[in-house]
Nanobody
């Protein structure tokens, strides 16, 4: 049974930083593409960043230069380091894993940025 458990969300002031973690179990983590998505109230879920099994990364334009995705295959964990946070980054952040066309989701963690 695949489980993705996010942690690290919270409330910070604009300009601050947070690091999200997603611990995976029950899956072949090292060969999965991992990603972070977010969904703000009234908006569609959007891709924030992704990282392939070869550590190739992709970022949404809105977070380039501010967010960094990384993975630790030994710990089955993917991270999202978020810096220079803005109020518009406020959303529920979801961890995503993709392998052979199948997608798995975590339960989400709330990130709130105050102005």
């Amino acid at each position: 049974q695949v489980q993705l458990v996010e942690s690290g969300g919270g409330l910070v002031q604009a300009g601050g930083s947070l690091r999200l973690s997603c611990a995976a179990s029950g899956m072949f983590f090292s060969i999965s593409t991992m990603g972070w998505y977010r969904q703000a109230p009234g908006k569609q879920r959007e891709l924030v960043a992704s990282i392939t099994e070869n550590s190739a990364t992709n970022y949404a334009d809105s977070v380039k230069g501010r967010f960094t995705i990384s993975r630790d295959n030994a710990k089955n964990t993917v991270y999202l380091q978020m810096s220079s946070l803005k109020p518009e980054d406020t959303a529920v952040y979801y961890c995503n894993a993709r392998l052979i066309g199948v997608a798995y989701w975590g339960q989400g963690t709330q990130v709130t940025i105050s102005s």
